[in-house]
């Protein structure tokens, strides 16, 4: 009962994100309160107990000492670990749509594996080697991300060139006359020349497969220009050379475009974030998404639900053992179950926001958050009746490893997610906020 409880705020949050998009700065707001509450649950009704214990050893953590709390701190250690290598598999698969922070970082990873790749092969040709990296790393902003459907023209044979096309991902066909040209696949460039000259277009270029790509505008390059005199050198031998020949390698240059490379994504930190076009077209192509989804918010809620219970127990057997008959009341672990509660609830909020934005209907997504009810109800069960037969040391452990994943998962996903939304001033005080909101459950055990 007390595991479904602590999950059917995932439920109400899940409701609210269907029928409520607020501004951004209260969603952010909620997500910092769900992680300052989920904070002092774990220091106040996990660890804190066995830490004390070093001294004072009671009946709930065996024999208490140090020992216990070294199978504590392992259990912490082991737990953040796995979280990270399960939420490192669920996301290759499309976990990690399930939250808006763990979106946003996957997509901006991709995004700078895939601009380093491009800058490689920037690199090998002389156009590109004429810039210095410096200035190279200013035009890094004006480069972005471009799709294009099945059929979708890139360009049309005779109009104007006026950009460069890095192709990520798939295929371009190219005609002349209505005849097949050639095909461009992943990782290679179209245009190049036409930063530098005012040609056009000596091919119709469309998407054979859906297209991901990179798009620099000459207006953009044409920044550049006053700085790089080389620039123009390079310009009047393109002037000079037949059109056919300017098909053929862009004035490929390899000797030193790795170390030109090398030099410019030796500071490529910053990326634009993904706007909600893009990720739900990413959501779409995950077809194993659904279930990746599932399981990571089952990663998140189960090590929560199952602390429950071994609270539970923990507190039965120091009750029965002081020769007392405990109470219902006296057995539950308010603090952890406050803390659990406050923050599930914006947690699912959140998630089901971005889960409607990438175009989830609300049937599959209250599906989704009642099964994790349920799956909570279980594993906390499992919790009490597991712990009752194994020693205590190993359930400190077992605490631990659900505390080390929790704190992983508060740092990895509910922190970034809500500064990214809100700004460090909300995030800082509304984390403030939930901790001291947990921490108050206490007066009642």
């Avoid at 036409?194 to 790509?213: E, I």
């Avoid at 790089?228 to 098909?247: F, K, Q, S, T």
Wanted: net charge neutral; charged share 15%.
């Amino acid at each position: 009962m007390l595991g479904a409880f602590c999950a059917a705020s995932l439920l109400l949050g899940a409701i609210l994100g269907m029928l409520w998009t607020p501004r951004q700065s209260i969603t952010a707001g909620l997500a910092a309160f769900g992680a300052g509450a989920l904070i002092a649950a774990l220091s106040v009704a996990l660890v804190a107990p066995v830490a004390m214990d070093v001294h004072q050893p009671s009946a709930g953590h065996g024999s208490g000492g140090a020992e216990t709390l070294l199978w504590l701190l392992a259990g912490c250690i082991v737990g953040g670990a796995m979280f990270t290598f399960l939420n490192y598999l669920l996301g290759q698969r499309g976990g990690y749509l399930r939250k808006v922070s763990t979106t946003i970082s996957h997509l901006r990873h991709r995004h700078h594996c895939q601009l380093e790749y491009m800058l490689q092969q920037f690199g090998g040709m002389a156009l590109f080697q004429a810039i210095p990296p410096d200035l190279m790393k200013r035009l890094i902003p004006a480069i972005r991300p471009v799709h294009f459907a099945v059929g979708d023209s890139l360009f049309e044979e005779g109009q104007q060139c006026d950009r460069l096309l890095f192709v990520a991902r798939g295929e371009v066909s190219m005609t002349v006359a209505g005849q097949p040209f050639k095909t461009v696949s992943d990782g290679e460039v179209i245009g190049a020349l036409s930063l530098l000259t005012h040609a056009q277009h000596h091919a119709t270029a469309k998407a054979a497969s859906s297209v991901k790509a990179f798009e620099l505008l000459k207006v953009d390059f044409d920044k550049l220009r006053p700085h790089v005199p080389e620039l123009g050198a390079i310009a009047a031998r393109c002037a000079e050379m037949r059109i056919e020949d300017l098909n053929l390698a862009d004035l490929s240059s390899s000797a030193a475009g790795v170390d030109w490379a090398t030099e410019v994504t030796a500071g490529l930190h910053a990326h634009p974030l993904p706007g909600h076009q893009e990720i739900k077209l990413d959501a779409q192509e995950q077809k194993s998404a659904p279930l990746a989804i599932w399981l990571g918010s089952v990663m998140d809620g189960i090590p929560e639900s199952f602390v429950v219970g071994a609270g539970v127990l923990a507190m039965v057997t120091s009750q029965t053992t002081a020769g007392n008959v405990p109470a219902l009341s006296a057995l539950i672990p308010y603090t952890l179950i406050a803390g659990l509660f406050l923050s599930n609830l914006p947690e699912a909020f959140s998630s089901s926001i971005g889960m409607r934005n990438q175009g989830w209907k609300a049937k599959k997504v209250l599906l989704l958050w009642l099964s994790l009810v349920a799956a909570s109800a279980l594993s906390a069960y499992l919790g009490y009746s597991i712990g009752a037969g194994i020693n205590p040391t190993a359930i400190v452990f077992v605490e631990g490893i659900a505390a080390g994943a929790m704190l992983t998962m508060v740092a990895q996903t509910m922190i970034p997610e809500a500064v990214h939304l809100g700004g460090p001033t909300v995030v800082g005080l509304t984390t403030l906020a939930g901790f001291v909101s947990s921490i108050a459950f206490k007066l009642l055990e």
